[in-house]
Structure formats: structure tokens, C-alpha cells
């Protein structure tokens, strides 16, 4: 009698257990690939190559509707350099699908959508000093 009662209320903490795990681990590979483009940007890559660049790093994320829906397509991301490069922001956006106790609490306090939960992380960073002077190519004649 008691496992009856017992049982679905442990798979029920489980569950509401597993949810934040998810979504915080898509959520901290987002924010190193977010890190990781800033230094990309910082190297005079083309805006192109620095969306492919983080979208390989976001494959770490499962392809599973707990961490990501969408597939490739659904990653938003978007980089700018400001200051003559100096500044660079990034920020990636995705979508997952919570379990459904989960999404009806989500859904309850605004932050879905149709296709899900939406996880937005973003950074800026100042890439290059400001006694830094010239550019790479004028760093590496020096050198010829």
C-alpha cells in the first residue's frame, strides 16, 4: 500500500528535479559558446563564421525536448563589435520544451511560448586594452 503512494511521489520529485538540471546545462553551454565567440569576433572573423563557429559548440547540447527543440535552425545567434572591436557583445537564444508540470508553471509566469521555454544568454566583453594599438596585420609586419 505504501509503494503504491510512494512510488509515483518519487518519480514525480524525479522529475521536477530533472527539469532545472536540463535546462541549466543548456543554459551554461550557451553561455560558453556566448564566451567563446566574443574571443572568435575579436579575431576579425566574419559575422557568418562566428554563428557556425558557436553553433558547432551548441551540438553539446541533446537534441531532446527537456534541453533543446528546434534543431540547428532554432539557435538564434547574434554578434556585434563595437569600439573598433574593442567591445563585443554576443548572444545566443534557443528554445526547450519542459515536462508538463513544469511548462504549466513556466506558461503561469510568462516566460514561454508556442514552441517551448525560451533561454536567452548573452555577454559582452571588452576583447582588445586600450593601449593595444594598430591592428594584426600591423602586429605581425613587424615580424616580416
Not at 518519480?11 to 543548456?26: D, I, K
Not at 553551454?29 to 557568418?48: C, F, I, N, W, Y
Not at 533543446?68 to 534557443?94: L, M, R
Not at 511560448?113 to 596585420?137: H, I, N, Q
Request: with cysteine; glycine share 10%.
Amino acid at each position: 500500500m505504501e509503494a503504491a503512494a510512494l512510488l509515483p511521489t518519487l518519480l514525480l520529485l524525479l522529475g521536477l528535479l530533472v527539469q532545472p538540471v536540463c535546462l541549466l546545462y543548456t543554459k551554461a553551454v550557451m553561455a560558453q559558446a556566448a564566451s567563446e565567440l566574443t574571443r572568435v569576433r575579436a579575431t576579425g572573423q566574419s559575422d557568418e563564421a562566428c554563428r557556425q563557429y558557436a553553433l558547432r559548440r551548441l551540438e553539446a547540447v541533446p537534441e531532446v525536448p527537456l534541453f533543446h527543440v528546434g534543431g540547428p535552425e532554432d539557435w538564434e545567434v547574434v554578434v556585434s563589435a563595437t569600439d573598433g572591436g574593442a567591445c563585443v557583445e554576443a548572444s545566443v537564444s534557443g528554445h526547450a520544451r519542459p515536462l508538463p508540470l513544469t511548462g504549466a508553471v513556466v506558461r503561469a509566469l510568462g516566460e514561454g511560448d508556442p514552441e517551448g521555454v525560451v533561454l536567452r544568454v548573452g555577454t559582452r566583453a571588452r576583447v582588445r586594452p586600450d593601449w593595444v594599438v594598430g591592428d594584426y596585420g600591423s602586429w605581425m609586419s613587424m615580424w616580416e
